[in-house]
């Protein structure tokens, strides 16, 4: 697998954003739906990140949007056959990364109460629960949470 930052509005991207959506918009309420569009999603404050397999194929995706003060993760997807591998740590950790590297300290998300194992994955990355952020409200269907960057070393 390989993981490299790339534009969100190329065709195959484009249907792993639609994957997402087809996914979670059974779920929960219209209003508990946060998702940020491909036009958003290709501003100069976002970075975004795509995982492709062998053959070139984009199997997982992910964004940061910086913020003032914060980066929010966005629209983190793996294909349901390539879960189980990695891709989605390794990608987080890109994302953080580069993130990072551009002053961004601390990281927050807002994922749905069912998202079981993205849950547990933003935890075992070092996320904590915490309350609503920017412009989100308290939401029985939304869970936020927060992650401080280790500090630089030298």
Same mark, same amino acid.
């Given at each position: 697998?390989?993981? /490299?930052?790339?534009? /969100?509005?190329?065709? @195959? ?23 940020? @569009?491909? =036009? ?12 492709? @397999? ?6 997982? &995706? ?11 993760? +966005?629209?983190?997807? #793996? ?8 891709? =989605? ?7 953080? #990364? ?5 002053? &961004? ?7 749905? $109460? ?7 994955? $933003?935890?075992?990355?070092?996320? &904590? ?7 989100? #409200? ?8 927060? +992650?401080?960057?280790?500090? =630089? #070393?030298?």
């Amino acid at each position: 697998m390989r993981i /490299a930052l790339e534009p /969100a509005d190329q065709p @195959d991207v484009l249907a792993l954003i639609e994957a997402l959506d087809a996914y979670q918009m059974p779920l929960y309420p219209l209003e508990s739906h946060h998702g940020i @569009d491909i =036009a958003a999603l290709s501003a100069p404050n976002v970075i975004f990140a795509v995982a492709r @397999d062998a053959a070139g194929r984009a199997v997982a &995706c992910g964004a940061i949007v910086l913020e003032a003060g914060y980066g929010e993760l +966005k629209r983190m997807f #793996t294909r349901p056959e390539c879960r189980g591998q990695g891709l =989605a740590r390794a990608l987080l950790q890109r994302l953080e #990364t580069e993130a990072a590297s551009r002053g &961004c300290r601390d990281f927050m998300l807002e994922t749905g $109460y069912l998202q079981h194992e993205a849950i547990a994955l $933003y935890e075992r990355l070092g996320y &904590c629960r915490r309350g609503p952020f920017g412009p989100y #409200t308290e939401d029985p269907n939304s869970v936020f949470m927060h +992650k401080r960057a280790p500090e =630089a #070393t030298s």
